[in-house]
């Protein structure tokens, strides 16, 4: 990824490119400059990852210039590419490491607290979880950890798609009803 901090980094990506001409390029891209990041913030909610994904995107757009003129309407092209990559950016396996920038107090007793309360429920919806049919066990396993889709857990345990959406449904039901009783009568 290219960093350059603030709004010279876009400027700065731009600046060493080679140019179409880099004028027309500008004109008809950076109008809509705004409204790409704004939309990347509020899919990927991280300043930095939005940062990212416009500059990602505006990069795409250079490499395919030749093309954009093909185009009705390029902001509308530049929104879907957007989407699109952020989109990509949330499935991908890096989504789970995103960090999620606010502006809100943080409260660091009540942060210790939730993350205890986590770290418990997880302990105990692992626990559980041994206590499922194995079938259950391991289509939860593929789908909801490993984030599986569904005809590759299909491939996997030799089964149609209908019924590993059976068993992973009565597989969450099942661990969702005992750990609301664990919760409510605080015994297993």
């Not at 960093?3 to 700065?12: L, N, T």
């Not at 590419?81 to 995103?98: E, H, I, P, V, W």
């Not at 391991?138 to 959406?165: F, H, S």
Request: glycine share 4%; charged share 30%; aromatic share 10%.
């Amino acid at each position: 990824m290219y960093r350059v901090k603030g709004v010279a980094r876009f400027d700065k990506l731009l600046y060493y490119i080679e140019s179409m001409n880099q004028k027309e390029f500008l004109e008809t891209v950076l109008p809509f400059k705004d409204k790409v990041f704004r939309l990347a913030k509020r899919l990927l909610v991280s300043s930095d990852e939005a940062e990212d994904a416009t500059q990602e995107l505006y990069f795409k757009l250079w490499k395919n210039k030749a093309k954009i003129e093909d185009y009705n309407n390029v902001e509308a092209y530049a929104m879907m590419m957007t989407k699109n990559y952020c989109l990509d950016q949330l499935k991908s396996k890096r989504a789970s490491n995103l960090t999620l920038v606010h502006n809100n107090y943080k409260d660091e007793s009540s942060e210790l607290e939730t993350e205890i309360e986590f770290k418990d429920s997880a302990s105990i919806i692992k626990g559980m979880m041994n206590d499922l049919p194995e079938k259950q066990r391991m289509i939860i396993q593929l789908r909801d950890v490993e984030n599986y889709e569904y005809a590759e857990i299909g491939k996997i345990m030799n089964m149609e798609p209908t019924a590993i959406r059976v068993a992973l449904s009565r597989g969450r039901k099942t661990l969702r009803e005992n750990f609301i009783k664990k919760q409510n009568y605080g015994i297993g």
